[in-house]
């Protein structure tokens, strides 16, 4: 969590995980907001117990459902229903913000040879070897497997796997990015990672429901010593 987020209504919080949606990136034409409105929204909290807190948001012909489980993993449950009476077209992110001791000797195992869309060029490659952060990285992985960070500054692995998303996005926003950032420290990019479960439509991967149709974007994170 940025020490610098903002904590007010209508702004998206710099930590955590925000749900982006009912879009990913920029705003269709005629709207406006990056990433959706449900990550700037207020949600109903329907039940809570030692186990698991689940909430809700109605808004725009959506009914939204976002279970959150914590436990020696955290699992997230975005469940998505089409209230409406005709067909929609949505895509999202659980965008999960992740504490590292030092991003440049963080390495992510589990997209190597996966295709991605580098989104500062918009250029397509091929990951080589395990990505390494040491410039902004914006990148959307046309991959479902599970990933592994390694951290030798904390000593730790944390591994985040997901089902119902067909991108993975990988950032850092490295120095000039963070210098931008109103609500982001300056040197805060050092010991941060998003990895993220996204549907995103740069890529082809985005999601159609029938009226009274239903989809569930999930994601569990777990953290084990290094070695």
Not at 141 to 151: K, M, N, R
Not at 158 to 179: E, F, L, Q, R
Request: proline share 5%; hydrophobic share 40%.
């Amino acid at each position: 969590m940025s020490g610098h987020s903002e904590y007010v209504s209508g702004k998206a919080i710099r930590g955590g995980v925000p749900v982006c949606f009912p879009w990913f990136g920029a705003p269709p034409e005629g709207r406006i907001g990056s990433h959706g409105w449900a990550r700037v929204s207020d949600w109903e909290l329907l039940a809570a117990d030692s186990g698991r807190a689940v909430f809700g948001l109605t808004r725009e012909g959506y009914r939204l459902r976002y279970t959150v489980m914590p436990g020696a993993k955290l699992e997230m449950r975005l469940e998505v229903e089409n209230i409406s009476g005709c067909e929609v077209t949505f895509s999202g992110a659980l965008h999960t913000y992740l504490r590292v001791g030092d991003v440049e000797r963080a390495e992510i195992f589990g997209l190597e040879g996966v295709t991605y869309r580098d989104a500062l060029t918009g250029e397509r490659r091929i990951q080589t070897g395990p990505v390494i952060i040491d410039r902004e990285v914006d990148r959307a992985y046309i991959s479902d497997a599970e990933v592994t960070v390694l951290d030798p500054v904390l000593d730790r692995r944390i591994v985040v796997a997901k089902s119902g998303s067909g991108t993975t996005m990988v950032w850092n926003p490295w120095i000039a990015k963070a210098h931008r950032m109103p609500d982001f420290g300056d040197e805060e990019y050092r010991d941060m990672l998003c990895i993220e479960a996204a549907l995103v439509p740069a890529v082809g991967d985005q999601r159609i429901l029938a009226p009274g149709e239903k989809s569930t974007l999930s994601q569990t994170v777990a953290v084990a010593p290094l070695n």
